[in-house]
Nanobody, 114 residues
Framework: QVQLVESGGGLVQPGGSLRLSCVASERIFSTDPMGWYRQAPGKERELVAF???????TYASSVEGRFTISRDNAKNMVYLQMNSLKPEDTAVYYCYYRSGKAYWGQGTQVTVSS
């Protein structure tokens, strides 16, 4: 049973940056997708970005050009660098990993507000 733990959320002003991190409790496979979803109040959970070996990362159109996903398989980690943050990026961000079944973290709150 893979456990995922996110960190790096917080309060930031519009235009600011945050870097989210997620560490898996067990070895992750580079060919399996790993990434981030988010859920804003009153909205459904939506894909932000995911990455796997041999393919270009996939981004939601709303974050492309502002967010960058990366992973370090040796450390069992995935990262999300978020730049030019907007109030509409406010949400709980969940780490995601799929290896046969889907695994989710508990989420980390990101709030973009002045």
């Amino acid at each position: 049973q893979v456990q995922l733990v996110e960190s790096g959320g917080g309060l930031v002003q519009p235009g600011g940056s945050l870097r989210l991190s997620c560490v898996a409790s067990e070895r992750i496979f580079s060919t399996d997708p790993m990434g981030w979803y988010r859920q804003a109040p009153g909205k459904e959970r939506e894909l932000v970005a995911f990455i796997r070996a041999g393919r270009d990362p996939t981004y939601a159109s709303s974050v492309e050009g502002r967010f960058t996903i990366s992973r370090d398989n040796a450390k069992n980690m995935v990262y999300l660098q978020m730049n030019s943050l907007k109030p509409e990026d406010t949400a709980v961000y969940y780490c995601y990993y799929r290896s046969g079944k889907a695994y989710w973290g508990q989420g980390t709150q990101v709030t973009v507000s002045s």
